[in-house]
């Protein structure tokens, strides 16, 4: 009878452990279609974002300026009626809200907008190039421990850590002076991100 027991214990843990691997697998390979397509539209979006570079960066301009002129008028607009309703007479809101006014228009019929987006994105390429090297060497070190454990693919990461690293210094050597550059990076952005999705679908995913 303890036998018996015992028996249809170890049989029970069996098929339990069997249902949780086909569960997992199961659950990966209906994964896997979605990873897939979402890869080949980043591909596909990095590609459409680089051919019309020109249109997107003229958009991304105009965005910018409309949206930091009407930031600046509605400080404006409220600056001033604080002041109107202002008993104390209160010279500050009047101050602000005419300064504000100014910078407005100031931006609507100069390049000062176009500038100022050139430095915001000098600062945000020059973070964002850090990012993608500092990602580089924490693939370098999955991929040297990947090797140290004798999996296959350990290469794999070793490519994609060196590619990130060098995306990352261009970022950062170019500066994203224009909007152009900042529309052909966000596109190769794009398309790495597709790549290394489907990278380690086929291959380090596999181990």
């Given at each position: 009878?303890?036998?018996?027991?015992?028996?249809?214990?170890?049989?029970?843990?069996f098929?339990?452990?069997?249902?949780?691997?086909?569960?997992?697998?199961?659950?990966?390979?209906?994964?896997?279609?979605?990873?897939?397509?979402?890869?080949?539209?980043?591909?596909?979006l990095?590609?459409?974002?680089i051919?019309?570079?020109?249109?997107?960066?003229?958009?991304?301009?105009?965005?910018?300026?409309?949206?930091?002129?009407?930031?600046?008028?509605?400080i404006?607009?409220?600056?001033?009626?604080?002041?109107?309703?202002?008993?104390?007479?209160n010279?500050?809101?009047?101050?602000?809200?005419?300064?504000?006014?100014?910078?407005?228009?100031?931006?609507?019929?100069?390049?000062?907008?176009?500038?100022?987006?050139?430095?915001?994105?000098?600062?945000?390429?020059?973070?964002?190039?850090?990012?993608?090297?500092?990602?580089?060497?924490?693939?370098?070190?999955?991929?040297?421990?990947?090797?140290?454990?004798?999996?296959?693919?350990?290469?794999?990461?070793?490519?994609?850590?060196?590619?990130?690293?060098?995306?990352?210094v261009?970022?950062?050597?170019?500066?994203?002076?224009?909007?152009?550059?900042?529309?052909?990076?966000?596109g190769?952005?794009?398309?790495?991100?597709?790549?290394?999705?489907?990278?380690?679908?086929?291959?380090?995913?596999?181990?």
């Amino acid at each position: 009878m303890v036998e018996n027991a015992e028996n249809f214990e170890q049989t029970e843990d069996f098929a339990t452990e069997t249902l949780d691997v086909a569960d997992g697998g199961e659950k990966k390979s209906s994964r896997t279609p979605f990873l897939l397509l979402s890869a080949i539209a980043f591909i596909v979006l990095g590609i459409v974002v680089i051919m019309f570079r020109d249109p997107i960066a003229d958009m991304v301009n105009n965005i910018f300026k409309w949206a930091a002129a009407g930031i600046l008028g509605l400080i404006a607009i409220i600056n001033i009626i604080a002041f109107a309703k202002n008993t104390k007479e209160n010279i500050k809101e009047l101050i602000i809200g005419a300064l504000s006014l100014i910078a407005a228009v100031i931006l609507l019929i100069s390049d000062v907008a176009f500038k100022i987006e050139n430095l915001l994105l000098m600062v945000i390429g020059i973070m964002f190039g850090l990012y993608l090297i500092v990602e580089g060497f924490f693939k370098l070190k999955a991929a040297f421990a990947s090797k140290k454990n004798s999996v296959k693919a350990w290469f794999v990461p070793l490519i994609l850590g060196l590619l990130s690293i060098v995306l990352g210094v261009l970022i950062i050597y170019l500066g994203l002076f224009t909007t152009k550059v900042f529309v052909i990076i966000f596109g190769i952005v794009l398309i790495y991100a597709g790549v290394q999705n489907i990278v380690n679908m086929f291959f380090i995913s596999k181990d």
